[in-house]
């Protein structure tokens, strides 16, 4: 990208304040006007000044347009030195930061709500991608007696069934009804061996080097960040640990998001590889293990990698 016309796209005081957030998170045009305080076309039409000239991308998701940062060739330092003085510059930074952590703290409450709405449903209702055939392939490859982290684990169908040969089952949700109805059915049960906290998937309330194995079934396509899950679940695996992941290979029905509160619509077997390489995850191996034979035909992937010490 030519010099002089990177630093006139990034003269302007809007876009820089638009870029700022856009490298910290991907967002709407609604939730950067809410940020902002801006006008929707003025967003727009700096959004599409900062497309045309490299400096964001958009993706879908479902009827909205998702932007995120980029760096056209030939512009990356100028961007980042850009980026890094701009926050002490721009007096309105700390305004937008704080705008910009209440928009994620507001995404998680919304997901946080459809599963406490959830919390005893889930063995009567339709959930996509729980398969009896997929969680048994996942069983017969499991090594008793472990601590095992099953996390999103919403009432805890998974968790009582580790429990009976594990030596020890953490589960983990963001829900506070999900974690008092899986505890209570532990106790009713006198399942001792499993312990229920309520965390985030991001933020897992599990000590570094705590646990054998990390399960994660239907559960990485409600995560935020992806990558930061699965970089979570590397910090709590001793060396020698095991991840394994079960979800819903990438689809194109995108009612799921409403119907099922669905952040992504799946993974392809190589974004998951590419994810958990990110995280130095190694002996990474992929699978799909099932197809719903009934429409949207959704389909179980599974993926199987190792924390090394």
């Known amino acids: 990208m030519e010099l002089l016309k990177a630093l006139r796209i990034l003269g302007d005081r809007g876009r820089i304040r638009i870029l700022r957030l856009l490298d910290k998170e991907d967002l709407s045009v609604a939730e950067l006007q809410e940020i902002l305080g801006m006008g929707q076309s003025r967003i727009s039409m700096q959004l599409s000044q900062?497309?045309?000239?490299?400096?964001?991308?958009?993706r879908r998701s479902g009827q909205k347009s998702i932007y995120r940062a980029a760096a056209p060739a030939g512009a990356q330092a100028i961007l980042a030195e850009v980026l890094e003085r701009s926050g002490?510059?721009?007096?309105?930074?700390?305004?937008?930061?704080?705008?910009l952590r209440l928009i994620l703290s507001r995404r998680k409450d919304h997901l946080r709500s459809y599963f406490?709405?959830?919390?005893?449903?889930?063995?009567?209702?339709?959930?996509?991608g729980r398969s009896w055939k997929a969680l048994s392939e996942m069983l017969l490859r499991l090594l008793p007696p472990l601590v095992i982290a099953d996390l999103g684990?919403?009432?805890?169908?998974?968790?009582?069934?580790?429990?009976?040969?594990?030596?020890?089952?953490?589960a983990v949700d963001n829900s506070q009804k999900m974690v008092e109805y899986g505890t209570g059915v532990a106790q009713r049960n006198g399942v001792q061996n499993l312990e229920y906290r309520l965390g985030d998937l991001e933020e897992l309330p599990i000590a570094e080097d705590a646990v054998d194995l990390v399960l994660m079934h239907?559960?990485?396509?409600?995560?935020?960040?992806?990558q930061q899950a699965i970089e979570e679940a590397w910090r709590v695996l001793r060396p020698g640990g095991r991840i394994v992941i079960l979800d819903l290979l990438k689809h194109d029905f995108e009612a799921a998001r409403e119907l099922y509160g669905d952040v992504?619509?799946?993974?392809?077997?190589?974004?998951?590889?590419?994810?958990?390489?990110?995280a130095q995850f190694q002996k990474i191996e992929s699978s799909i293990l099932d197809r719903e034979k009934e429409a949207p035909h959704f389909e179980t992937i599974m993926a199987i990698a190792e924390k090394q010490g």
């Open 50 to 58: 900062l497309k045309q000239a490299g400096f964001v991308e958009v």
């Open 153 to 170: 684990a919403g009432e805890g169908t998974l968790a009582l069934l580790l429990a009976q040969r594990a030596e020890r089952v953490i």
């Open 264 to 278: 992504w619509s799946g993974f392809s077997q190589v974004e998951l590889i590419e994810l958990l390489r990110k």
């Open 88 to 99: 002490g510059e721009i007096k309105e930074a700390a305004h937008d930061d704080e705008g």
């Open 116 to 128: 406490d709405e959830l919390a005893g449903r889930f063995g009567r209702d339709y959930v996509p």
């Open 218 to 226: 239907q559960t990485l396509h409600h995560a935020l960040h992806p």
